[in-house]
T-cell receptor
Framework: KNEVEQSPQNLTAQEGEFITINCSYSVGISALHWLQQHPGGGIVSLFMLSSGKKKHGRLIATINIQEKHSSLHITASHPRDSAVYIC?????????WGAGTKLIIKP | DTAVSQTPKYLVTQMGNDKSIKCEQNLGHDTMYWYKQDSKKFLKIMFS???????INETVPNRFSPKSPDKAHLNLHINSLELGDSAVYFCASSQAGPWTDTQYFGPGTRLTVL
């Protein structure tokens, strides 16, 4: 079992839908990253959080340390949100990556 | 202005050759990283430098040698390239670190070894 599990692995939705991507981890962490990788390969860091909730535009990230779970939400999804979303946790000075969630938003 | 830049973007070479990938960040960050993304899209840390000092060196063949001439640059030199080295290599940087701050990634270098 991987130390960082993401679900779903693949998600296809219609434009405008509310999107939720989940990340569960089994190790103690000091922080968690959400990253976005576009089809062209570039990686963008979206959030780093260690507690609570962060919001940036239409993106919201939450983390529950007790439950070892984080969610990434996208409101009013748009085709340009189509990308792979990666959860990565910082544990014992290591960055442990999830396998990613491939999101496709159809117009 | 590009925050973290890598050159080249694409690199195609023959087995046995020696090649380098360059990375530069203009963010004034203290820490830089090299990652390898394999065919399954997993990202694996290879090296991390903080203020030109090597602080993370994961299990990577000796053929891979990072060099940091100053804290804005972290280059990756690969000797005797092998087929299994084919991957996308990402450079990243963070203000603090490692692992304590948001990381900013370069566009990646797609290495193909023939």
């Amino acid at each position: 079992k991987n130390e960082v599990e993401q679900s779903p692995q693949n998600l296809t939705a219609q434009e405008g839908e509310f999107i939720t991507i989940n990340c569960s981890y089994s190790v103690g962490i000091s922080a968690l990253h959400w990253l976005q990788q576009h089809p062209g390969g570039g990686i963008v860091s979206l959030f780093m959080l260690s507690s609570g909730k962060k919001k940036h535009g239409r993106l919201i990230a939450t983390i529950n340390i007790q439950e070892k779970h984080s969610s990434l939400h996208i409101t009013a999804s748009h085709p340009r949100d189509s990308a792979v979303y990666i959860c990565a946790v910082i544990s014992n000075y290591q960055l442990i990556w999830g396998a990613g969630t491939k999101l496709i938003i159809k117009p | 202005d590009t925050a973290v830049s890598q050159t080249p973007k694409y690199l195609v070479t023959q087995m046995g050759n020696d090649k380098s990938i360059k990375c530069e960040q203009n963010l004034g960050h203290d820490t830089m990283y090299w990652y390898k993304q394999d065919s399954k899209k997993f990202l694996k840390i290879m090296f991390s430098y903080n203020n030109k000092e090597l602080i993370i060196n994961e299990t990577v063949p000796n053929r891979f040698s990072p060099k940091s001439p100053d804290k804005a640059h972290l280059n990756l030199h690969i000797n005797s390239l092998e087929l299994g080295d084919s991957a996308v290599y990402f450079c990243a940087s963070s203000q603090a670190g490692p692992w304590t701050d948001t990381q900013y990634f370069g566009p990646g270098t797609r290495l193909t070894v023939l």
